[in-house]
């Protein structure tokens, strides 16, 4: 289907896809560059740029977001350096994210750099294409994919192809560029459901049938400020050489039946409620041209999810990982250029992210490691944070996000440093803080999720929190739920103390006096 082909009752969105499908601005960069970004067409600034990755920041006018695309979470450090080149040449301005999806978003960008920028990303591999809008995001995978003795499938290479198919190797491709909305992808090949497979639309988790390795497929997952939804089984299970095909018939049947005249309404779920799953998916066995398989009786997540945190040995004897801990993602050109330098000198170049926006440095041999801890970046980016610290999540939040209710990345950490100075912690609990009811950093998987909204205290509007609990991840993993409404921000740190203190058994600090 063509954006002129569509013909339902149009919403904003639909009619600016169907007058011209947002890849087109690809032929225009050098035109955007030339001009200057107050002279660009609204729509394409500030719509179809993202189709390219690119997306015009409200809160920064001029300053433009890179989003690109990392299948499986995996760069190396020729394609960090790169990232760091680009956010440098902005001093303050210049920053870059890890995002929860095992992805990097760089910030600052001038619309006059694009060409130059995109030439870069080319000569090492790297592609912002069709990263944001109605597109697929990034693909995720185990971020311990070929390196966990554990694993059942090394997601790596499936990945890859799934994002080869959709973006046309990451050229740009029409086929797949006017979904009916965004739509997320996870591959899984491991035993702890390290991707939050419940919360894409499409996800494929490790099991076995007849003793042949394959995944059953769930279907329909997503968070919006409307309603949120794990995934369902789809009640099939594919061998891993028929992935790619039902991905594409999959998305096939939701570009082409997916609900498109109200956009609250227009995820993968919605489509599968109107027709009921058994329709759905005998109208995906249609595009695929064969029935599927019905699920194998259980799936293989029967692990706890593992954070990846720390020294871990990997299956090649001698080698390990280290994942170094990366406050709320957040990334600067000198800590890149670092970073890069560390997996070469220690590593093999690899790195690995997170979707708790951390880095992982693979294949580091056993014998570097007395020197690898000797390195001044392990205080900045730790190998063993504090327990708060270390499972703390957080979406952009009001510094660079034009939906943002209230900041998030700077408040997160403030307040669990003051947590941890008066707590005593006896388990892990995993804190994620999101801006909106946009949900982008995930509140409903958290132990404790703080979602934005306003609040009201001594009768006068304040930034405040929806709190979120029982959120569970890896096996049985549960959505959490909104416990309480609205807390004033200003108040929040004593109200999560207790809440630490009563159900996940912190003790206060005693403090002695010197
Ligand atoms: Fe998100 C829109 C940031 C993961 C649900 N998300 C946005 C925008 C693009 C809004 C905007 O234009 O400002 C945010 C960009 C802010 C910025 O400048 O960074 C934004 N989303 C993010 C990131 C960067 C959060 C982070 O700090 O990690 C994540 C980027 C992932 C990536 O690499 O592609 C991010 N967003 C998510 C997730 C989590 C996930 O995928 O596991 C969700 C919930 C899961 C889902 O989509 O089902 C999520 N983002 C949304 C939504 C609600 C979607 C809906 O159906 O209503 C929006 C708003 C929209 O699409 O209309 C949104
Ligand atoms: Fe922006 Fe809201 Fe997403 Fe946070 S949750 S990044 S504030 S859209």
Redesign the pocket.
């Known amino acids: 289907m063509t954006a002129s082909t569509i013909t339902t009752s149009q919403n904003k969105f639909e009619k600016l896809k169907a007058e011209k499908d947002g890849l087109a601005v690809k032929a225009e960069i050098e035109k955007f560059a030339a001009s200057g970004w107050e002279a660009i067409d609204e729509t394409d600034r500030d719509h179809r740029l993202k189709w390219l990755g690119v997306?015009f920041?409200p809160v920064t006018p001029g300053k433009f977001?890179i989003?690109l695309r990392m299948p499986n979470g995996i760069l190396n450090s020729s394609q960090m350096r790169v990232l760091a080149e680009v956010v440098q040449r902005y001093g303050n301005d210049g920053s870059a994210?890890?995002?929860?999806?095992?992805?990097i978003?760089l910030r600052g960008i001038r619309i006059e750099d694009l060409p130059e920028i995109f030439n870069r990303f080319e000569q090492v591999g790297l592609t912002s294409v069709q990263?944001?809008m109605d597109n697929v995001?990034?693909i995720t995978g185990d971020p311990l994919a070929g390196l966990d003795a554990s694993e059942l499938f090394d997601t790596r290479e499936l990945v890859e192809q799934i994002q080869a198919m959709i973006t046309n190797n990451g050229q740009g491709n029409a086929e797949f560029s006017n979904l009916p909305?965004?739509f997320?992808i996870a591959v899984t090949g491991g035993r702890d459901n390290s991707v939050?497979a419940e919360?894409?639309?499409l996800a494929f988790v490790p099991a076995f049938k007849n003793a042949t390795f394959g995944f059953n497929i769930l279907v329909g997952?997503?968070?919006?400020?409307?309603r949120c939804n794990a995934a369902i089984p789809l009640d099939a299970w594919v061998a891993p050489e028929e992935v790619v095909a039902v991905c594409r018939a999959i998305l096939e049947v939701f570009r082409d039946n997916g609900l498109r005249a109200n956009?609250?309404k227009?995820?993968l779920m919605w489509l599968i409620d109107e027709w009921g799953l058994d329709k759905f998916r005998t109208k995906v066995e249609l595009r695929l041209g064969k029935s599927l398989l019905k699920a194998a009786e259980h799936d293989e997540i029967n692990w706890e999810k593992r954070d990846h945190v720390g020294i871990h040995r990997q299956k090649q004897a001698g080698f390990c990982y280290v994942g170094l801990h990366i406050p709320v993602?957040r990334l600067h050109a000198e800590d890149m250029f670092e970073i890069a330098r560390i997996a070469e000198v220690y590593g093999s170049g690899e790195l690995r992210l997170t979707?708790e926006?951390n880095i992982v440095i693979p294949n580091i041999p056993d014998s570097y490691l007395a020197s690898f801890f000797t390195e001044p970046l392990l205080a900045k980016f730790k190998i063993n944070p504090e327990s708060l610290t270390r499972s703390l999540v957080?979406?952009?939040g009001a510094q660079?996000?034009?939906?943002a209710l209230i900041e998030t990345k700077n408040r997160a950490l403030t307040i669990v440093k003051a947590l941890e100075s008066e707590l005593e912690m006896t388990r892990p609990v995993r804190i994620h803080w999101t801006g909106c009811p946009?949900?982008?950093?995930?509140p409903q998987v958290a132990d404790i999720g703080l979602m934005g909204t306003k609040a009201r205290k001594n009768g006068k509007p304040v930034e405040g929190v929806d709190i979120f609990m029982g959120g569970t991840v890896g096996k049985d993993a549960r959505l959490g739920t909104c416990v309480t409404k609205a807390v004033p921000c200003e108040d929040l740190q004593p109200v999560l103390r207790e809440l630490l203190i009563t159900h996940f058994g912190a003790k206060a600090k005693v403090l002695v006096s010197t």
């Open positions: 997306f920041r977001m989003r994210d890890i995002t929860t999806r095992q992805n978003q990263s944001g995001r990034n909305r965004k997320n939050h919360i894409n639309d997952g997503f968070f919006s400020a409307k956009r609250q227009a995820r993602g979707v926006q957080s979406c952009t660079f996000c034009n939906f946009n949900s982008c950093g995930q």
